[in-house]
């Protein structure tokens, strides 16, 4: 009796352990799943090997105009392994306070989005997403580590999937330091 005990046993140890996981038990900016805008799970470790910005959005700020910057740079370096993966957030004045498919639809038809987008999430505080929890723990040039400050602030992940820059809100796609960020990284193949 006591030999199928311990087998069951090790398994709910085992799984009670993995509910508890951390932003702090990953090793990688890539390391978790996320629920895409279209309600699917996906494997963000699926990025990794391309330069990735992660971004938290919203549909009536007055920096969502970034998104036209956002798609163009997409367009221009997609080829060159590199994809913005887009978080909506409603923490910010309540700014983003659509639906998924309200999301979708108006990023589709005023900015042409085409570039992946997920499920809308906290990006501060104990509901934050797993993956924000890990992004805003790291101490990242320009910005610095803490809280995010505000919709459209970016992280710079590189191709193994190490963050390695986080950039403000009022950075917009077309800034310099942005852009030779992202284009320093894709330069190394």
Known sequence: ??????????????????????????????????TTIDGETVDL?????????????????????QYAGLQAMYDQYKEKGFVVLAFPCNQFGSQEPGSEAEIKQFCSSKYNVNFPMFSKVDVNGDK?????????????????????????????????GNVIGRFSPRTTPKDPEFVKAIEAELAKS
């Open 1 to 34: 009796m006591s030999r199928m005990f311990s087998p069951l046993f090790a398994i709910v140890i085992c799984a009670t352990m993995t509910s508890f996981s951390s932003a702090d038990d990953h090793e990688c900016a890539l390391d978790f799943k996320a």
């Open 128 to 160: 934050a997403a797993q993956i924000y929890k890990y992004l805003t723990s790291k101490d990242l040039p320009p910005v610095g580590t803490g809280k995010v400050s505000w919709n459209f602030e970016k992280f710079l992940i590189d191709r193994e």
């Open 45 to 65: 470790e699926d990025y990794e090997g391309k330069v990735v910005v992660v971004v938290n959005v919203a549909s009536e700020c007055g920096l969502t105009p």
